[in-house]
């Protein structure tokens, strides 16, 4: 399996406060990526990163920014947080273009 | 953009009994292919993957999908499943970009497997 770690695994949040989300990955691979899940949607992309602090917006990122200091780290933050927000949040990473593997995930709930 | 789509939402099979999971594509070229499995709780595994060339590839756990270009279609094929295929399964597209930079998946709505004894 693939070195990626998602930190915490579940967490419950009242609106309006601040959440972090934390990936890390022991493969050294150059791009990283978060994504929701949510019922009926699949998975749907919501920021991604091509290398250290360069990263971009994905289909869903409205409500939601990431940072990238360091290459085996991408943060997740909802700035504030909405009851819309309540999701499974998946963190993946790759070499490329290619296949991408895929952290345990992180339960959120916004209550 | 490229879409995808998954047209069974659920589909159920008696155990022993042969399987196939459609996806279709719409993307102006071909783009990378894929099948993830998700158990329940669990994150997703990558099943198996199209780039290029052999239009039929295998995967893990006995399965197999055919790219047919003509149909932009990547069905996941198993000739005979056990009850612990029971799972969600996704198809997902990938492009890559000028450069050979890369950006996210687009994913199908996925198909929930049921297997019956």
């Known amino acids: 399996d693939a070195g990626i770690t998602q930190s915490p695994r579940h967490k419950v949040t009242e609106t309006g406060t601040p959440v972090t989300l934390r990936c890390h990955q022991t493969?050294?691979?150059?791009?990283m990526y978060w994504y929701r899940q949510d019922p009926g949607h699949g998975l749907r992309l919501i920021h991604y990163s091509y290398g250290v602090k360069d990263t971009d917006k994905g289909e869903v990122s409205d409500g939601y920014s990431v940072s990238r200091s360091k290459t085996e780290d991408f943060l997740l933050t909802l700035e504030s947080a909405t009851s819309s927000q309540t999701s499974v949040y998946f963190c993946?990473?790759?070499?490329?273009?290619?296949?991408?593997?895929f952290g345990p995930g992180t339960r959120l709930t916004v209550t | 953009a490229q879409s995808v789509t998954q047209p069974d939402i659920h589909i159920t099979v008696s155990e022993g009994a042969s399987l196939e999971l459609r996806c279709n594509y719409s993307y102006g070229a071909t783009p990378y292919l894929f099948w993830y499995v998700q158990s329940p709780g669990q994150g997703l595994q990558l099943l198996l993957k199209y780039f290029s060339g052999d239009t039929l590839v295998q995967g893990i756990k006995g399965f197999e999908a055919e790219f047919k270009r003509s149909q932009s279609s990547f069905n996941l094929r198993k000739p005979s499943v056990h009850w612990s295929d029971a799972a969600e399964y996704f198809c997902a597209v990938g492009v890559e970009l000028v450069g050979g930079g890369a950006d996210g998946l687009t994913f199908g709505k996925g198909t929930h497997l049921i297997i019956q004894p």
């Open positions: 493969e050294n691979h150059r791009y």
């Open positions: 993946a990473i790759s070499a490329g273009a290619r296949e991408q593997y």
